[in-house]
């Protein structure tokens, strides 16, 4: 699905979960075991993008994901 035509709350989610899966990544190449987000990780990133326009975050996942 193109990413225009999802709704906001799809990208904020999408958005939300290719930031854990990094921080999952980083602590897996930092310790050689995936880490664990802090609690409450996800909704809180979700508050901050939901601040974002919808265009905002198509180019952060834009930007994530070349």
Do not use: C, W
Not at 46 to 53: A, S
């Amino acid at each position: 699905m193109n990413l225009i035509d999802m709704a906001k709350d799809s990208l904020v989610n999408k958005l939300t979960r290719l930031d854990v899966s990094l921080f999952r990544r980083i602590g897996l190449l930092e310790t050689g075991k995936y880490k664990h987000e802090p609690p409450k990780f996800r909704i809180e990133l979700k508050q901050v993008y939901d601040k974002l326009d919808k265009e905002d975050i198509i180019q952060l996942i834009n930007l994530k994901t070349k």
